[in-house]
């Protein structure tokens, strides 16, 4: 049986001080022990967050990282300097990454190996575009991110993997897939790992969706057999974030 994680994606928002006020407002209302529950705050509210969530359940994640150990890359965080400030999990190649930054599959795929290699617990994201979509090839989009990101990976690395399918076109947008488009996605997601490593991976692993995630939506999106949780963006910013955590009741 997956444990369910719902991880919080702040994405740009809420200064170190905002972020504490957020953390206060959420944190006794989302502990939740049937549900690993994870903030990532900007790299500049790590520490005031890690703080904030003394004494609590809720794991702390960052948006990024770089693939290196250190070096001369002027504004990058590495691995290391996430693991010094408690941080427990990472997400990776994040669409607007992707979109924005230049991350690619075989960027996400260092980042991986680097991640496991020091002990985050990565959130692999991968996902098509609207235009991908429309000319039905996500299923070949999201199996090449898949294979290209879990490249020389071995097994019992994967399996401490999470894989999050944020649709583009589901981002930020309002417009959430339906429970079965995005169930149908998931499950080649874990098709796919079962082709790479072997059944026990692929039931290990888990898998979120992320793509307006609201307290509406969350419920039917959790009852679907391949969904394991919900990388959420805008909700987790609010008071929201609370009914999303307690999804089903
Ligand atoms: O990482 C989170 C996703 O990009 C989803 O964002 P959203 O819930 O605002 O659509």
């Known amino acids: ?16 001080t905002e972020a504490v006020a957020l953390v206060e407002l959420l944190k006794e209302k989302v502990a939740n022990k049937d549900v690993k529950v994870v903030f990532c705050p900007p ?17 702390l994640g960052a948006q ?54 020091k002990g ?6 991968v996902g098509e575009s609207l235009q991908e979509r429309e000319e039905g090839i996500q299923e070949a989009v999201v199996t090449t991110q898949v294979c290209e990101a879990f490249k020389n990976v071995q097994a019992d690395d994967a399996a401490k993997t999470v894989v999050a399918y944020e649709p583009i076109w589901a981002i930020g947008t309002g417009k959430t897939a339906t429970s079965d488009q995005a169930e149908e996605v998931c499950r080649w997601i874990r098709e796919n790992l079962e082709k790479i490593y072997d059944s026990e991976v692929a039931q290990t692993v888990r898998i979120q969706y992320g793509g307006s995630v609201n307290a509406s ?3 039917e999106l959790m009852g679907m057999p391949n969904i394991d949780g919900a990388l959420v963006g805008g909700a987790s910013l609010k008071e929201d974030f609370v009914r999303i955590v307690q999804f089903g009741a």
């Not at 790299?43 to 794991?59: H, I, M, N, P, R």
């Not at 985050?120 to 994201?125: A, E, F, G, S, T």
């Open 120 to 125: 985050l617990i990565p959130i692999v994201c």
């Open 217 to 219: 939506n969350v419920d």
């Open 43 to 59: 790299y500049t509210s790590l520490v005031a967050v890690k703080e904030g969530l003394d004494g609590s359940t809720v794991g």
């Open 1 to 16: 049986m997956r444990k369910p994680i719902i991880a919080g994606n702040w994405k740009m928002n809420k200064t170190a």
């Open 64 to 117: 990024n990282m770089h693939f290196e150990d250190n070096g001369a890359f002027t504004g990058e965080i590495s691995a290391d300097m996430l693991l010094d400030l408690g941080v427990e999990y990472v997400i990776i190649g994040h669409s607007e990454r992707r979109q924005y930054f230049n991350e690619t599959n075989e960027t996400v795929n260092k980042k991986l190996h680097k991640a496991l290699e």
